[in-house]
């Protein structure tokens, strides 16, 4: 029969790995406690039209990556999550959660773009997300930068730099955007064709370009702090100068305009000198209008999303970050009727509070114990027809090898 494989670009988790990501998790949900935040759990599936409104008609995401379909059997038009963002707004306005009050929110799960897979780049890949609403910075700003850096030096992360930028207000983008199109008309021969055809519906992401061919004419382009009022700049310069006094270190980089619509203001990605041509980890900034876009009252937003899969690209060169499983106790059985037996002391050992792996079936002995090594248990409990009889376990201590002979109601094992 053929077999039916994943689905391009989506990948397995397998046990060899998936302990990395629970340990992971698991920091991660300590770390983003620690900074005030709460959990929110959106639909994976969304209507189409949340993701074209707050995302924007003229993005990679929404004019070439998203999974959308019609639901046969309703009509409904609707799209697997490309980002975290705009389910989570909806969910506010729907929920009033901004109502008096600031929220601090975040989430992780899988996201679906469809994009060429490679390395750090896959069609359904994870990302962890941070929504702060309600509050208007630059302080806030500084915060969540402060807060990605603890991380990273949390998880002993060096090699990754901190980009930032800032993209003013709309009617200061536009002004830019004339310029910048009137600017690249005149070098139009050394557009690539994706920036000739971002030319008049986006072209500050031309700005944004992986193409090193274009890198000089991109670099000479008008830049958009050039068109900032005094309003803006100062706020730039009032979350550089908390970002200073944190001792934190970042690049300027006046190219970095970030692929969605909603962003203004701050904007910042954490790039890695470890991950090649994938190599943006996190990535932000501050999206103010789009919760009144969404249908909410206007209100501040500032956020980002780090990517789980290269996150633990970047881990996984760094010694003592995983602690690979590891179970307290085997159980061992052989003989007629004993496996039942087994079932009622591993029941009664875990009550005990520990870990526990039991054999099933007709094992020999040699590779029962084989099993038992493998694992790392502390103790092996060894189960035969007489210990049935004599309603007993005998407990082995893999390091000493000492053997005891113990009765089922009196059952206790030390924890060292
Ligand atoms: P890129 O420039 O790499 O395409 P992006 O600007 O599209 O990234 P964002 O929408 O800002 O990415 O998403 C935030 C983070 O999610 C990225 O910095 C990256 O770590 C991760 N990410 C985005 N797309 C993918 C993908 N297809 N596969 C794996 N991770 C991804
Ligand atoms: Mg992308």
Redesign the pocket.
């Known amino acids: 029969m053929e077999k039916i494989l994943a689905v391009k670009?989506m990948n397995d988790i397998l046990p060899d790995s998936s302990y990395k990501w629970l340990q992971l998790e698991a920091k991660l949900r300590d770390w983003l406690h620690s900074y005030g935040y709460s959990n929110i759990r959106t639909p994976i599936v969304e209507d189409t039209r949340l993701f074209k409104r707050s995302i924007g008609e003229v993005t990679?995401?929404v004019e070439k990556?998203m999974y959308s379909f019609e639901d046969c059997l309703n009509g409904d038009k609707l799209t697997l999550r490309?980002?975290g963002t705009a389910g989570t707004i909806r969910a506010v306005i729907e929920h009033n959660l901004l109502y008096n009050t600031t929220q601090k929110m975040w989430y992780i799960g899988q996201?679906f773009?469809h994009?060429r897979?490679q390395k750090?780049?896959?069609?359904?890949?994870?990302?962890l997300?941070v929504e702060c609403l309600g509050i208007k910075g630059p302080d806030i700003d500084a915060e969540i930068i402060l807060m990605i850096n603890d991380l990273f030096k949390q998880l002993n992360i060096n090699g990754i730099e901190l980009q930032i930028n800032c993209l003013g207000s709309k009617d200061e983008r536009s002004h830019h955007r004339q310029d910048l199109i009137k600017y690249f008309e005149k070098y139009i021969d050394c557009l690539d064709d994706d920036a000739k055809r971002r030319l008049y519906s986006n072209p500050l992401r031309i700005l944004?370009t992986?193409n090193s061919k274009m890198f000089e004419v991109v670099n000479n382009a008008p830049k958009l702090i050039d068109y900032l009022t005094i309003e803006s700049r100062s706020y730039y310069t009032r979350w550089k100068d908390y970002l200073d006094q944190l001792g934190i270190q970042y690049i300027e980089n006046h190219r970095l305009v970030?692929?969605?619509d909603y962003y203004n203001l701050s904007v910042f990605?954490?790039v890695s000198s470890n991950l090649g041509s994938?190599?943006?980890?996190?990535?932000?900034g501050r999206y103010d209008g789009l919760i009144a876009q969404l249908g909410g009252v206007d209100s501040y937003a500032v956020g980002?999303?780090?990517?789980?899969?290269?996150?633990l690209l970047e881990l996984e060169h760094i010694e003592g970050i995983y602690e690979k499983p590891k179970y307290d106790i085997y159980i061992a059985n052989f003989g007629d009727k004993t496996d039942i037996y087994a079932l009622k002391v591993a029941y009664k050992v875990r009550e005990l509070g520990f870990s526990v792996v039991q054999n099933f079936g007709n094992n020999s002995f040699k590779s029962q114990f084989k099993k038992a090594n493998n694992l790392g248990v502390k103790y092996t409990l060894v189960i035969g027809e007489e210990e049935l009889i004599n309603n007993t376990v005998i407990v082995k201590n893999m390091q000493s090898g000492a053997q005891e002979i113990v009765k089922f109601d009196s059952l206790k094992i030390d924890r060292e």
């Open positions: 670009g990679d995401i990556e490309p980002e996201m773009r994009e897979p750090g780049r896959y069609r359904q890949f994870h990302q997300g944004d992986k970030r692929g969605l990605e954490w994938q190599s943006t980890v996190a990535a932000g980002f999303a780090i990517g789980m899969e290269r996150l």
